[in-house]
């Protein structure tokens, strides 16, 4: 895995420090973190329960509520450098994509409560060793969130603030809406005072400004081939540009359904894939998501391009199939992108009993789309 003479000689003439190498050995284990694992999962699965007796409906434990499902396709880009043609991008192609749009608590609230918004993404028919092949299919999923870190990036913070977190999700409409005015107007506070907002703060401060103009992020590290990276979704065309930190306005339970609606009626959206590559394991970690990494030390750097045409973003056949019979799943995807460090390690305990739980309860199976005429109109 070492660099060639002219692989290095392009990083010294671009002014970045050199992507650090991946090995198996850059991840640390905590001597707890089993035993926490395991504790977590269990809580988890218990918050899947209740909100089952609330529903009669088994939801995800995350991200439980959608305001789309796309289809749409991913180009890889023909120029890239070396160190950026890595694992499912090692070559141009256009691969078929299906996304979901949703909002982050682990139930089902007014959109007048202002979230973390996800985009998860799955890429139709890869090349490459699987990560789990019992999960069938030959896709890869990327899943990421308008924030670029968690603000509980460790298993000990997360297992800590767990609680709080479920609390807040089956909370009443009413209480959240307090919540999140009185983080807002605290964040102002700290501005005001020339301070930086933590990412606690920040993340229960959230605007409800137009999901299609966010940018999104892996949060948690992959493996990037060779390397180590973040990736990051951004506007790209001009339409979901002029959306970015514009309010929805006028806010009740289903808006952001019906702005995503609205806008794939009659046009599509363009989105830049980017990489961010890890060049300093101290400044950079993989072990705490917590930490954002400087962009000055390593930049984003466009990898390829996602495009949706106009479609029905969110017909009953596909909502359906998008809520109850797909899955995504950082750890369904191919070894050249593992998912690195303690929070996305324990996704694939979680993710897998949550997803079991979902399609056993619901009488649904699990499905891995072949291409993309598998996904309803």
């Known amino acids: 895995m070492g660099r060639s003479a002219l692989e290095q000689g392009q990083q010294a003439r671009s002014g970045l420090k050199a992507p650090l190498l991946y090995s198996s050995d850059i991840e640390t284990i905590a001597e707890d973190e089993e035993r926490l694992t395991a504790e977590i999962v269990e809580q988890m699965a218990a918050g899947n329960r209740c909100a089952f007796e609330h529903h009669r409906h088994a939801i995800r434990d995350a991200h439980a509520k959608s305001h789309a499902v796309l289809k749409g396709t991913l180009t890889v ?12 991008f090692v070559r141009p192609a256009t691969y078929g994509v299906v996304a979901r749009l949703s909002s982050a608590p682990s139930d089902i609230h007014s959109d007048a409560i202002p979230a973390p918004r996800g985009f998860a993404i799955k890429v139709i028919g890869v090349e490459g060793e699987r990560l789990s092949p019992d999960i ?3 896709n890869q999923d990327f899943l990421m969130v308008n924030f670029p870190v968690l603000a509980f990036g460790t298993i ?14 089956h909370a009443p409409d009413t209480f959240q809406r307090l919540i999140a005015g009185t983080a807002r107007g605290a964040k102002k506070t700290v501005e005001a005072l020339g301070m930086t907002p933590g990412a606690t703060l920040e993340g229960l401060a959230r605007d409800n400004h137009h ?28 339409n979901v540009r002029a959306l970015t930190g514009q309010p929805v306005g006028k806010t009740d339970f289903s808006t952001m359904r019906d702005v995503m609606v609205e806008h794939f009626a009659g046009q599509g959206a363009e989105y830049a894939l980017s990489a961010q590559l890890c060049t300093d394991l101290a400044e950079m970690p993989v072990e705490d998501a917590a930490v954002r990494w400087d962009e000055k030390v390593s930049p984003h750097r466009p990898i390829a391009t996602l495009r949706f045409a106009a479609q029905d973003a969110y017909a009953p056949a596909r909502q359906v199939y998008g809520d109850d019979v797909l899955s995504f799943n950082p750890w369904n995807g191919v070894e050249a992108h593992r998912p690195l460090g303690q929070i996305m390690r324990i996704r694939r305990a979680a993710y897998e009993r949550s997803t079991s739980y979902r399609h056993r309860m619901n009488a649904r199976p699990r499905i891995e789309p072949d291409r993309l005429d598998d996904i309803p109109d």
């Open 77 to 88: 880009h023909d120029d890239l450098a070396p160190e950026l043609r890595q694992g499912i």
């Open 136 to 138: 069938g299919g030959a």
């Open 156 to 169: 000990a913070k997360y297992k800590l603030m767990l609680s709080l977190l479920e609390a807040n999700a």
């Open 211 to 238: 999901p299609l103009g966010e940018s999104y992020h892996t949060q948690g590290a992959i493996r990037f081939g060779d390397h180590v990276a973040k990736l990051a979704l951004s506007p790209a065309s001009d």
